[in-house]
């Protein structure tokens, strides 16, 4: 694994260097959206809804939605102004008890690895969170942004989990489940007879991701059976960049206009696109046959030569008897 971030937990007096690591990972089967008869993937273009003209990286701000639906545009200027911290620090807030914390609020988690000079008081944290029972409520800056976070024990190895604030969790309001009123003494004994003839320890290896399985057999399959599409063409690629300094070109013409300034280069004639053709692929690529033609040309120019010398041999053999009957 690969550490994402380096700190220190900090609690009373006590500092112990850690390193951050992600403790789970995706499996979730991704597809790609691709063009069904040739395989080619769908690509997408950034434009406005209002004019309808494709929008350039650099003129993308940040808007924020109102609730009645207006929009409110951020600048960079706006963004900076924003509280965020850049501490390296996991800072304990508080020791509380385990059952205390709701699952629901548990988001990410991380691993939490000591420096080889931090193992004693790693150690001494994890052993008294499994005595007293106890997790550790932390604040920590994860991306700028500070974030509560638990600190518990899994394993041997304390784990981090970010924790969502409350806020972000809905409350279930379903009418219906208050109508519906208890169950009865007879439903609630056939109840208790189903949960303790299902009733057993968890063991993850009981369960597997049969979607995620059979995904794979499916591809396994037509990849024996040849039905693979070959990759795009290097040259599309190519066109991609020309396009991209054109839509640069562009851009920079666009700012020219909005500051008064005169554009005196077109699309034809737009010094990016005068680097792309300088850098196109495929006049490096007719650059490289171009000795071909030069050696078929010297071939050419071989035969020609050798056809003179035959003619003039011709004509010379000719000669030489008219030259013996003079004598």
């Not at 009123?181 to 320890?201: Q, T």
Request: glycine content about 6%; some cysteine; overall charge negative.
């Amino acid at each position: 694994m690969r550490a994402i971030w380096k700190g220190a937990v900090s609690f009373g007096l006590v500092n112990v260097p850690v390193r951050l690591y992600s403790a789970t990972e995706n499996h979730d089967v991704q597809f790609r959206q691709v063009h069904r008869t040739d395989g080619g993937r769908i690509r997408y273009k950034r434009f406005c809804s209002i004019d309808g003209e494709e929008v350039a990286y650099d003129d993308i701000a940040k808007g924020y939605e109102t609730q009645d639906g207006e929009m409110v545009v951020l600048t960079d200027e706006d963004m900076a102004g924003l509280p965020t911290r850049s501490s390296k620090e996991i800072s304990v807030e508080k020791f509380v008890p385990e059952d205390q914390i709701d699952p629901m609020l548990l988001d990410k988690s991380y691993y939490l690895e000591p420096d080889k000079s931090a193992t004693k008081p790693y150690v001494l944290l994890r052993e008294a969170l499994e005595a007293q029972g106890r997790m550790a409520i932390v604040t920590v800056s994860i991306r700028t942004r500070m974030t509560m976070a638990v600190l518990r024990v899994r394993e041997g190895v304390i784990v981090m989990q970010t924790m969502l604030w409350p806020d972000e969790i809905r409350s279930a309001d379903f009418a219906a489940v208050d109508e519906a009123g208890e169950a009865s003494e007879k439903e609630m004994a056939m109840a208790r007879l189903l949960i303790d003839e299902l009733a057993g320890d968890y063991d993850a290896d009981e369960f597997e991701d049969d979607y995620a399985i059979a995904v794979e057999d499916l591809v396994k399959a037509k990849i024996e059976g040849g039905e693979v599409s070959a990759p795009e063409a290097e040259e599309d690629e190519g066109g991609e960049v020309v396009d991209l300094l054109a839509a640069l070109a562009k851009s920079v013409d666009k700012a020219k206009k909005s500051r008064g300034e005169s554009t005196d280069s077109s699309p034809d004639e737009a010094p990016a696109q005068k680097a792309a053709a300088k850098k196109s692929p495929t006049k490096k690529a007719t650059a490289k046959k171009s000795p071909a033609k030069k050696s078929t040309t010297k071939k050419a120019t071989t035969k020609k030569a050798t056809a003179k010398k035959a003619t003039a041999k011709k004509a010379t053999a000719k000669k030489s008897p008219t030259k013996k009957k003079a004598s």
